[in-house]
């Protein structure tokens, strides 16, 4: 029934020389999010709008829905064009439109023409006024409400006639591909995928690594990330994910450090190998799913640990987010059946049972002596032992 979508984005942000940037970027996310999807459609821009024309066969739902991952897009208007004719013809198709698109005929209403094409002999508020009577005369349950309608009827004369009077909305955010590139530490838990996603909703492009400790972590937990990644790549687009065995660091954290600084002295070996890989891809920070006060290691003086390690900068969408919170965006995005599957991970095989809520630096970094003897090797192992796997 439609033929065309077209494509709003704020325009808040698109002053000067940034609007090129920011709608080459959408129109490449757009491109991405529908090469993934069955149909034949061309996506370009026209006056700070962008259209997505399909020809021949294609999916409303599926196409709605790959739209709908984008960010960037504000509204998805799904758009009916007709051939120009006269101006009977224009009301004909506009009658014959509302008795297609619009089910229930019993709404309030308000036309707004638009005459790109000015050779068009009748201008707007003709069309406005004129369209506005045809449509009270063939639906006798229509009323027009000019300050507050529930249907805005668009008409827009150009090349051809564009009508349309549904918006869906988008997600909204940046388009990824104008902000950078951030390194996501991605785990299997809820938090870590809503983390990536956020921050990605800002127009950041994602990698990530994942820390595994085979043989105590399984090849099916080692999935259940790829698989969160590839969740996540629906929105971000493709990630590199960097898959890290961590084993043998959090061995000799294990047999060298004390019991309850187990967790902030990994994760803070954690945080230097993740750094080692977004600096050498050019990332601009690294990302975590952490939130203050949800666990032991997530306190304010354990973030400060955990920071000191690091020269770029920790971004944590979900800081200050509630469990449910987290949990509601999860399911919204198509993480959350994921992360609650059942799979150990390499942080709860190493954990004491009673972690230090509020520790210090300076005994975090004596504690962190006692490895001096093996952690260079370790570490220049962890790095090799790297795969790279794609989640697109
Ligand atoms: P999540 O639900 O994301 O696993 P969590 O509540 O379980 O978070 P922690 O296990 O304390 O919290 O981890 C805090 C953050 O550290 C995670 O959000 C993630 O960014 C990072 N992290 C933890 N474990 C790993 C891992 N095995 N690989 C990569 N990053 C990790
Ligand atoms: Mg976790």
């Not at 406005?128 to 009323?143: M, Q, T």
């Not at 105590?216 to 790549?233: M, P, W």
């Not at 944590?316 to 965006?329: G, H, L, N, S, T």
């Amino acid at each position: 029934m439609f033929n065309t979508f077209l494509l709003k984005y704020g325009e808040i942000f698109l002053k000067g020389k940034n609007r090129y940037v920011f709608e080459d970027a959408l129109i490449a996310q757009v491109e991405r999010a529908l090469s993934a999807i069955e149909g034949d459609f061309r996506v370009s821009k026209s006056q700070s709008r962008l259209y997505v024309e399909c020809s021949g066969d294609y999916d409303y739902e599926t196409t709605v829905d790959a739209l709908k991952k984008v960010f960037g897009i504000v509204y998805i208007c799904p758009v009916r064009a007709y051939e120009k004719g006269d101006y009977d013809k224009l009301k004909k198709d506009i009658v014959s439109y509302i008795e297609e698109v619009h089910e229930k005929k019993d709404f309030t209403f308000k036309v707004f023409a638009k005459r790109a094409f000015k050779t068009y002999p009748v201008n707007s508020q003709e069309i406005n006024c004129g369209v506005g009577e045809v449509l009270l005369d063939a639906f006798p349950g229509l009323k027009v409400d000019v300050h507050n309608p529930e249907v805005k009827l668009h008409i827009e004369v150009r090349e051809k006639i564009y009508v349309y009077s549904i918006s869906i909305r988008g997600l909204g955010g940046m388009p990824v591909g104008t902000a950078g590139k951030g390194m996501l530490l991605l785990s299997g838990g809820l938090d870590s995928p809503v983390a990536g996603y956020l921050i990605a909703k800002r127009g950041v492009t994602l990698e990530a690594t994942y820390f595994h400790a085979p043989p105590y972590t399984s090849e099916r937990a080692k999935q259940k990330v790829i698989d969160l990644g590839k969740q996540v790549a629906k929105y971000s687009g493709p990630i590199k994910l960097y898959v890290v065995n961590f084993t043998d660091i959090q061995k000799a954290i294990y047999q060298l450090c004390p019991q309850d600084e187990l967790t902030i002295i990994m994760r803070r070996y954690m945080m230097q190998i993740a750094e080692h890989f977004a600096k050498a891809d050019d990332c601009l920070g690294l990302i975590t799913g952490e939130c203050i006060g949800q666990v032991a290691s997530q306190t304010m003086q354990s973030l400060n640990c955990t920071n000191a390690v690091c020269d770029l900068p920790v971004y944590r969408p979900v800081i200050a987010f509630d469990k449910q919170e987290i949990m509601d965006i999860a399911e919204r995005i198509g993480t959350y059946e994921t992360s609650i599957l059942p799979y150990e991970d390499c942080c709860t095989i190493f954990v004491a049972e009673h972690p230090v809520t509020k520790p210090r630096l300076d005994v975090i970094e004596k504690s962190e002596e006692n490895l001096k003897d093996v952690i260079d090797d370790l570490m220049k192992q962890a790095l090799e032992s790297v795969e790279v796997v794609m989640c697109e």
